[in-house]
């Protein structure tokens, strides 16, 4: 009886010891510093500019695939197609047209990213980013890739006046 009831005030002991000494909410809550996450990312003016170059990559993919040529070209009569993509060059699309789908998801891919490096940028950018560099990117962010346009000149992020 005195072994049970040593047990179970050494294992309460060992229960309250734990509570005691467990994790403080500040542990948990640090950035990880081996790893690229955007806590730690928008601190300088490159990283600024190279996290706006994704905008201008894969997430046009859906629209670059079909949709630009079926929505563009065939409906704008630069090109025809006499057997394929029917609906488009008969003016006939629907919204069970696969390529309507795939330049909607690619639109909307566009906008979220958009939306999310302009959170990023406000709530991580570091003291180093200049003014200069964040106007810039919200430029070739929300207003020219939700268009689908770029900064004449800039295709490519060449410019270097930051």
């Not at 040593?6 to 640090?30: H, N, Q, R, V």
């Amino acid at each position: 009886m005195k072994k049970i009831h040593y047990i179970k005030s050494l294992m309460l002991l060992a229960l309250a010891a734990t509570f005691i000494t467990g994790c403080k909410k500040s542990f948990l809550e640090k950035p990880p510093e081996s790893e690229i996450v955007d806590v730690n990312f928008y601190q300088t003016n490159e990283q600024v500019m190279a996290a706006t170059s994704l905008l201008y990559s894969k997430v046009w993919f859906d629209y670059n695939d079909k949709a630009m040529y079926n929505l563009g070209d065939f409906r704008g009569g630069t090109a025809f197609s006499a057997w394929n993509d029917r609906g488009n060059v008969l003016f006939n699309t629907t919204g069970d047209n696969g390529e309507n789908g795939a330049s909607w998801r690619a639109f909307f891919t566009v906008v979220a990213q958009s939306n999310l490096f302009i959170y990023n940028l406000n709530t991580y950018g570091g003291a180093a980013v200049s003014e200069s560099v964040k106007t810039r990117s919200y430029c070739r962010s929300p207003f020219y890739a939700r268009a689908g346009l770029s900064i004449p000149g800039d295709e490519l992020g060449a410019s270097s006046d930051y």
